[in-house]
């Protein structure tokens, strides 16, 4: 995480405005009789009451902690977080310099729920964090109803997205999403256990869809083939087991070298620092991660992640980095499997799911529906044919061959 550069250069502009010696201030608090100079400084203060604690409340938003939830190395604290004087923090929120000491008595520190004075070092956001909290305030405000439009609207008119404005923006804002390579990295690759025979590597390798049908996925189309993977084995695993099966089959690929991956893979609260609005909003608003209710043959769900899909192809990206449903890894999918960049590793296992594992993604923000448990079409690799008539596909006995 990034020091937060704002505050030390916002406190040099001020003293270089004011001319005012802080520090010195600041160490004749500390070593004065301080009731003194706080009486003093309070009837030098005009703001009222509401308005401090107003300035309390906003220099709150800043401050994460203190030494005390930081770790002690032969008695010294090591910030691991970015740190700041309380004083550097009220100066970066502008507070007159006689206020400074009546504010710092009315904020809270949230790790000893204490005041802290102003010469104390206290743990503050990070740049990122406060970049990525103003943009997901800036997408609450402008575009999370906008987005709900897209959705209705996209699922009335499922090729007509660019034709939404929000379609559009995200369309034209495309070349500025994040965008990372893969290097030397290995991925899984899972499917479903239905028969004693073993599965070989072929089996796990994107089909001709000429030769079989290939459902629809979170991002392609009906028929199209494209390379699912996930970043364990067990979260691959996960995504293609169907309720009440705990293993699967799982073949180990190392991804060689895979440049221009769009990332959707957003992790922590921390935004770099020209991630656009509307990329942000997309992985964080859900809109990427909507669980499919598998028994349904209509899943409007997938139209905004495909959408994204067909604008990260014609924008000349090889595949999207994104967020499981179903764990906590990360998923990759490959819009072409490409022999010598992606290469299968060993042969194909039987991996068994971990059941507190199972527990945790089913414990995530967005829970599984409860009549509809288990859709594990994420991957594609789970094609019930079981599941609702209108779109079964056209051979079950093709289904073993289906790779997305
Ligand atoms: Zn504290």
Redesign the pocket.
Known sequence: MNAPSDMPSNQDENREQTGDPAIPHLDSVSQDDERIEEDDDEGDCSLSEGALEKLAEEASYYIT?????EPYDEGEVVWIHPSSTINDVLDLIDVPEECKESVAALIT??????H?ELY?E?AVKGDGEIRYESLIREWHDKHADRLDEFYEYLSKYPYLGAAHPLGAEIHQSFKKFPVTTIDDKTWFRARRIKSGKPLSVEDFTPPDPDQVAISEGRYNHHGQSVFYLAKDKEGAATECVEEGETRAWVQRFKIVHTENVLDLSLEENWADEDLPVLALGLMDSGALRKVVPRTSGWKPEYFIPRYIADCAREGGFNGILFKSVRHWRDNLVLFKYDQQNVVPEGQPEIVEIDERNRTDWMNRPEPVLPDSPFNFDDLGLGVAPSAAAPVAPPSVEKEQNQGE
């Open positions: 902690g203190c030494a005390y939830g520190c949230p790790t000893c729920r204490d802290h104390e206290v």
